[in-house]
């Protein structure tokens, strides 16, 4: 499993020959603004959806339709996808369900979930999930935008994540000092810190996060946008 990293809480984990995208944010993006991603090129194989808000959802439309990839995200989310002539594969909290490039699962995330209608009235659209991907090359959980929740423990009992993306960007979601609890509760050996230094304010320094989680025995990973971080096989 390699994960590949596009700022915010963007990433491309490269299963095999397979391409999952999660909560693509590109032509928006401030951290992609020097480099622009085609998303014509390359493979994309699914579309996975945290929430609605359009520093997750904002590609995805685009991407789904140009590639013809599925849409997998809450219910509601999906509905709203599909009735714009996206393939959707709908999910809930709790479920799972089997792709060719391994098992998704949605776990719940403490955060809202809205896209603004063309009076910038929100539309709600269920509930925001948190992502559990399961493959032959090892477990990713995405925590997408969240507080700390103590059930968190319970994503690292059952799903023994090999890396995790959790944010730390603060006002939002999480900051640092609730992301480096819930590593501890999560004991995934990889934590890969997301959805941080995008706006002003969400600034935080991913160095210091790095050293604190060092202390509590977990490696840090703090990609840069561009980077890539390839699961060790032992994994
Ligand atoms: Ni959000
Ligand atoms: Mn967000």
Redesign the pocket.
């Known amino acids: 499993m390699e994960i590949h990293y596009y700022g915010h809480a963007t990433c491309e984990v490269i299963v095999g020959e397979h391409h999952i995208w999660i909560d693509p944010f590109l032509s928006d993006n401030p951290l992609l603004k020097d480099r622009p991603v085609d998303i014509a090129s390359g493979r994309v194989d699914a579309i996975v959806l945290t929430?609605g808000?359009s520093?997750?959802t904002g590609d995805a439309l685009l991407m789904a339709k140009t590639h013809n990839a599925p849409l997998i995200a809450t219910f509601e989310l999906a509905q709203h996808f599909a009735q714009q002539g996206a393939n959707v594969h709908p999910m809930n909290l709790g479920g799972g369900y089997t792709f060719p490039f391994g098992r998704i699962r949605l776990v719940p995330a403490f955060?809202s979930s809205s896209l603004a209608d063309q009076n910038g009235q929100p539309i709600y659209l269920g509930m925001p999930a948190g992502v559990v991907l399961t493959t032959e090359t090892g477990t990713l959980y995405h925590a997408g935008?969240t507080a700390l929740f103590t059930d968190m423990k319970l994503i690292g009992e059952l799903y023994r994540p090999d890396v995790a993306l959790l944010p730390i960007g603060d006002n939002?979601t999480m900051g640092p000092e609730e992301a480096l609890i819930a590593a501890t509760w999560i004991q995934a050996p990889y934590v890969i810190p997301i959805h941080y230094n995008t706006f002003p304010v969400i600034e935080q320094d991913a160095t210091r996060f790095i050293e604190a989680l060092k202390d509590k025995g977990l490696t840090g990973v703090p990609l840069k946008v561009g980077e890539s971080f390839r699961l060790p096989a032992s994994h």
């Open positions: 929430h808000h520093d997750h955060h935008d939002f």
